[in-house]
């Protein structure tokens, strides 16, 4: 929908962008008088005089944005089954935490003596997150869960080569996995090799078998699968990659389903990652913000990128330090990590507990199977069988009858509720991937479950109103086509 000078409206709302209300003359803000001294210009061919910029007032400003906000889905305002991103409720008590002056007013160039208590919670952030996953070495430096896998996987290449091991150089990855794994390995230098997966959702075994050899870097799975599925072979496979002398990585972007259920170094796994953004409290989307440490066995902690908490001395006269691991794969950052995020999951982790956090992936995993069980008559499974924390529905039998997964995806919207993730995995046609997460209640689930078994009747008593969906929002029906190959990036009056 075109929003141009003239003026629009959803309902009674004004639908102007800013540079609509301009007039000029009009302020939002006065700089209050400089306190520094003048400082030259640069040189004025550096300079532009043909950005145009809105002068409007202070309260056009605010309702402009208010207005965005409520445009907008969010976790706060709506159900947001997004597969495989985990939007749960993020308590704002937390927020209020990560915000206290000790930890939101300090600078990372500041002397570590006077950030004690700052390197302190990054210390046993490490140590909890390295109890929860049973992988004791971990750096809190990556930035985003894609960043902590590739550094799991130069942490793998520099093992190798400290061994002198330089033919191993591939890394074995199931066709389910997160499209991030191979192009992670990619960028470490790694050549990729699929494994399939068997009919049942599983890593085939005996292909496994028969890829794992002595040029095997690393064996990459995601846990639970993208099918949100626990790999019942774990075991075997994890001994068949160190029999062929390669590294175990796990992609653990999720531990929302295993937090207080297991371990992953338990089951053999050397190298994870695991996103803060998602498990640990807060609140993501749009881009960002993110957090992915890198967890590693201990022997594998040498490598680690830095820098790393550590603490010296017991008792009163301990102190706290950031420090470079002995042959670290070095810096991925500015800094060490997102810390205002490191903040929220320690403040997530004490206030839980391990029975609190095993309550977390128990009831995410009830919300999942619960949908899965209501929704199965009408919806084909990519596996049938128990799920974990999100469940994978194919619309196979929709599309049989005129309607796809996007155009069921669209009229969700209709009733407030977010598309699920759809067409991942690949491996599965039609794939509508569906995470309720342990926030939901029973109340939700129901009307979830409602509006999915109206869809589908829908499909053959009223299939216009699913292709043309959704109806309701202030953007309807886009032609993505051409939004993608010719977008508009900027405001023109045109």
């Given at each position: 929908m075109t929003?141009?000078?003239d003026?629009?409206?959803?309902?009674d709302?004004?639908?102007?962008?800013?540079m609509?209300?301009?007039?000029?003359?009009?302020?939002?803000f006065?700089l209050?008088?400089?306190?520094?001294?003048v400082?030259?210009?640069?040189d004025?061919?550096?300079?532009r005089?043909?950005?145009?910029?809105?002068?409007?007032s202070?309260l056009?400003v605010?309702?402009?944005?208010?207005?965005l906000?409520?445009?907008n889905?969010s976790?706060?305002t709506?159900?947001?089954?997004?597969?495989?991103c985990?939007?749960?409720?993020?308590p704002k008590?937390?927020?209020?935490?990560?915000?206290?002056?000790?930890l939101?007013?300090i600078?990372?160039l500041?002397p570590?003596e006077?950030v004690?208590?700052?390197?302190?919670?990054l210390?046993?952030?490490?140590?909890?997150?390295g109890?929860i996953?049973?992988l004791?070495?971990?750096?809190?430096?990556p930035?985003?869960g894609?960043?902590?896998?590739y550094a799991g996987?130069l942490?793998?290449?520099?093992?190798?080569?400290?061994?002198?091991?330089a033919e191993?150089?591939?890394?074995?990855?199931?066709?389910?996995?997160?499209?991030?794994?191979p192009?992670?390995?990619?960028?470490?230098?790694?050549?990729?090799?699929?494994?399939?997966?068997?009919d049942q959702g599983?890593?085939?075994?005996?292909?496994?078998?028969?890829?794992?050899?002595?040029?095997?870097?690393?064996?990459m799975?995601t846990?639970?699968?993208?099918?949100?599925?626990?790999e019942?072979?774990?075991?075997?496979?994890?001994?068949?990659?160190?029999?062929a002398?390669g590294?175990?990585?796990?992609?653990?972007?999720?531990?929302?389903?295993?937090l207080g259920?297991?371990?992953?170094?338990?089951?053999?796994v050397?190298?994870?990652?695991?996103n803060?953004h998602?498990?640990?409290?807060?609140?993501?989307g749009?881009?960002?913000?993110?957090s992915?440490?890198?967890?590693?066995?201990a022997d594998l902690?040498?490598?680690?990128p830095?820098?790393?908490?550590e603490k010296?001395?017991?008792g009163?006269?301990?102190?706290?330090?950031l420090?470079?691991?002995?042959?670290s794969?070095?810096?991925?950052?500015?800094?060490?990590?997102s810390?205002?995020i490191a903040?929220?999951?320690y403040?997530?982790?004490?206030a839980l507990?391990i029975?609190?956090?095993?309550?977390v992936?128990?009831n995410a995993?009830?919300?999942?199977n619960y949908?899965?069980?209501?929704?199965?008559?009408r919806?084909?499974l990519?596996a049938?069988?128990?799920?974990m924390?999100?469940?994978?529905?194919?619309?196979?039998r929709q599309?049989?009858?005129?309607?796809s997964?996007l155009?069921?995806?669209?009229?969700l919207?209709?009733?407030?509720i977010h598309?699920?993730?759809?067409y991942?995995?690949?491996?599965?046609?039609?794939?509508?991937m569906i995470?309720?997460?342990?926030s939901?209640?029973?109340?939700t689930?129901?009307?979830?479950?409602?509006?999915?078994r109206?869809?589908?009747?829908?499909?053959?008593s009223?299939?216009e109103?699913?292709?043309d969906?959704p109806?309701d929002l202030?953007?309807?029906?886009?032609?993505e086509?051409?939004?993608?190959?010719?977008?508009?990036?900027?405001?023109?009056?045109?």
């Amino acid at each position: 929908m075109t929003i141009g000078p003239d003026i629009e409206r959803a309902g009674d709302i004004d639908r102007r962008l800013l540079m609509d209300r301009s007039v000029a003359g009009r302020r939002a803000f006065t700089l209050p008088e400089s306190d520094v001294p003048v400082q030259e210009l640069p040189d004025p061919s550096l300079l532009r005089d043909d950005i145009e910029l809105p002068e409007v007032s202070q309260l056009e400003v605010i309702r402009y944005f208010s207005l965005l906000s409520q445009l907008n889905f969010s976790i706060d305002t709506n159900f947001y089954p997004l597969g495989s991103c985990t939007m749960k409720y993020n308590p704002k008590i937390n927020d209020e935490l990560a915000n206290l002056p000790g930890l939101a007013d300090i600078h990372p160039l500041q002397p570590a003596e006077t950030v004690q208590g700052a390197i302190r919670l990054l210390k046993e952030l490490q140590d909890d997150l390295g109890e929860i996953t049973g992988l004791p070495g971990v750096s809190l430096a990556p930035l985003a869960g894609a960043q902590g896998e590739y550094a799991g996987l130069l942490i793998a290449r520099a093992y190798h080569q400290a061994r002198h091991d330089a033919e191993r150089t591939v890394a074995i990855i199931p066709d389910s996995a997160h499209g991030t794994n191979p192009a992670s390995a990619s960028m470490a230098g790694l050549e990729v090799v699929t494994v399939r997966s068997d009919d049942q959702g599983n890593v085939d075994v005996e292909n496994l078998r028969e890829l794992a050899d002595s040029r095997t870097a690393a064996f990459m799975l995601t846990i639970p699968s993208t099918l949100g599925l626990f790999e019942p072979n774990i075991l075997e496979i994890t001994k068949i990659i160190h029999d062929a002398g390669g590294l175990v990585y796990a992609d653990g972007a999720n531990l929302n389903a295993l937090l207080g259920l297991v371990k992953l170094g338990d089951l053999g796994v050397d190298i994870c990652h695991s996103n803060l953004h998602k498990t640990f409290s807060t609140p993501h989307g749009g881009g960002g913000p993110g957090s992915g440490p890198v967890l590693v066995r201990a022997d594998l902690a040498r490598y680690l990128p830095e820098p790393v908490a550590e603490k010296t001395g017991d008792g009163p006269d301990s102190t706290y330090r950031l420090a470079a691991p002995a042959d670290s794969i070095g810096p991925l950052n500015g800094f060490h990590g997102s810390f205002s995020i490191a903040a929220r999951a320690y403040a997530y982790i004490r206030a839980l507990g391990i029975e609190g956090l095993r309550s977390v992936s128990e009831n995410a995993i009830i919300g999942a199977n619960y949908i899965q069980a209501g929704l199965k008559d009408r919806y084909d499974l990519a596996a049938d069988r128990y799920c974990m924390h999100e469940t994978v529905l194919s619309a196979t039998r929709q599309k049989k009858r005129g309607v796809s997964g996007l155009d069921i995806a669209k009229r969700l919207l209709d009733f407030g509720i977010h598309a699920p993730t759809m067409y991942f995995p690949l491996i599965v046609e039609e794939a509508l991937m569906i995470e309720p997460t342990e926030s939901e209640s029973k109340e939700t689930l129901d009307h979830f479950i409602a509006v999915m078994r109206q869809i589908d009747d829908e499909v053959d008593s009223a299939p216009e109103l699913i292709h043309d969906a959704p109806h309701d929002l202030p953007v309807t029906r886009l032609d993505e086509a051409t939004a993608a190959r010719r977008p508009v990036l900027r405001w023109s009056a045109e």
